[in-house]
Nanobody
Framework: QVQLVESGGGLVQAGGSLRLSCAAS????????MGWYRQAPGKQRELVALITSRGNTNYADSVKGRFTISGDNAKNTVYLQMNSLEPEDTAVYYCNTKVTVGGMMYWGKGTLVTVSS
């Protein structure tokens, strides 16, 4: 069974930093990309950042310059370094993996990030 295990969420004051990690295992196909999405209360889930297996990255405009995504292909692990956090970054952050076959995607259970003002 596919597993995406996230860690690193928590409570931080505005201006602070957090680092999220996600380790994927039992993925039946090659990974095309890994990324992070988030969902705030009452809002739709949105893309935060993603990184392809070739190292190309994409960020939401709201986090550019503050968040950095990185990955370790050998370990099927993706990281999200979040700096200069703002209360608006408060959300449940979900790890996502997209495989090369059929565009299938897998999701983690989510980790809560709370930024206090």
């Amino acid at each position: 069974q596919v597993q995406l295990v996230e860690s690193g969420g928590g409570l931080v004051q505005a201006g602070g930093s957090l680092r999220l990690s996600c380790a994927a295992s039992r993925i039946p196909f090659s990974i095309a990309a890994m990324g992070w999405y988030r969902q705030a209360p009452g809002k739709q889930r949105e893309l935060v950042a993603l990184i392809t297996s070739r190292g190309n990255t994409n960020y939401a405009d709201s986090v550019k310059g503050r968040f950095t995504i990185s990955g370790d292909n050998a370990k099927n692990t993706v990281y999200l370094q979040m700096n200069s956090l703002e209360p608006e970054d408060t959300a449940v952050y979900y790890c996502n993996t997209k495989v090369t076959v059929g565009g299938m995607m897998y999701w983690g259970k989510g980790t809560l990030v709370t930024v206090s003002s």
